[in-house]
């Protein structure tokens, strides 16, 4: 079946420009994450849904990050004014949560490599 | 927040020897999760434990929890290149957000 799929995959912005990331689950996948990856580092967490709720927004860097998830299933990540700070690789996970769901076994998108010039 | 310490940072392997990564904590983990990231890839799930002393096996691939849960390790048993990639623990915390370690990169020379 279908995997979790982001676009764009590659993104060039100039300093002060806003992106915006999308990232679709597997289908009837409750929760949601974004992750950032700097080069040479682990995924970094951002923030956090559970259907369209936005249930931890902690690891958002700054205000200029803003996501969202408005009907439970796509979700938008905006980046306002990108610095140079912010190019790294953001990675999208969905896992499937309930009663009976003992491994919550993430999966991630192939990720959008955003350099900010 | 809890971190995680992965070492080594880098290892570099013949073909058919044994590796090994291990993930340090200082405090209890709740459980411990292992990713592996291929080159210009994505993580992808290898397994969770969860139980002190836990010791799951997946082919060549042998995984431990520790019997206090502060530390965790991947061994495997002849390398081969598509084992090629960088090994993450994570912790899955409250609300399950992950907190990966740094990583080992594991290269494999033929």
């Known amino acids: 079946g279908a995997g979790v799929s982001q676009s764009p995959r590659y993104k060039v912005a100039k300093r002060g420009q806003d992106v915006a990331l999308r990232c679709d689950p597997i289908?009837?996948?409750?929760?949601l994450f974004w992750y950032q990856q700097a080069l040479g580092q682990g995924p970094e967490f951002l923030t956090y849904?559970?259907?369209?709720?936005?249930?931890?927004k902690s690891g958002l860097p700054s205000d200029r990050f803003f996501a969202e998830r408005p009907e439970g299933s796509v979700s938008t990540l905006k980046i306002q004014r990108t610095q140079q700070e912010d190019s790294a690789v953001y990675l999208c996970a969905s896992s499937l949560v309930g009663p009976g769901v003992r491994i919550y076994e993430q999966y991630f998108g192939p990720g959008t490599r955003l350099t900010v010039t | 927040g809890q971190q995680v310490m992965q070492i080594p940072q880098y290892q570099h392997v013949q073909e058919g020897e044994d590796f090994t990564t291990y993930c340090n904590s200082s405090t209890t983990l709740s459980n411990i999760q292992w990713y592996k990231q291929r080159p210009g890839g994505h993580p992808v799930f290898l397994i969770q434990l969860v139980k002190s002393g836990e010791v799951k096996k997946q082919k060549r691939l042998t995984f431990q929890f520790g019997e206090a849960k502060k530390n965790s390790s991947l061994h495997i048993t002849a390398t081969q290149t598509t084992d090629v990639g960088t090994y993450f623990c994570?912790?899955?915390?409250?609300?399950?957000?992950?907190?990966f370690g740094a990583g080992t990169i594991l290269r494999v020379k033929s």
């Open positions: 849904f559970q259907n369209e709720a936005q249930l931890d």
């Open positions: 289908s009837g996948h409750v929760s």
């Open positions: 994570a912790e899955m915390e409250y609300g399950n957000k992950l907190v």
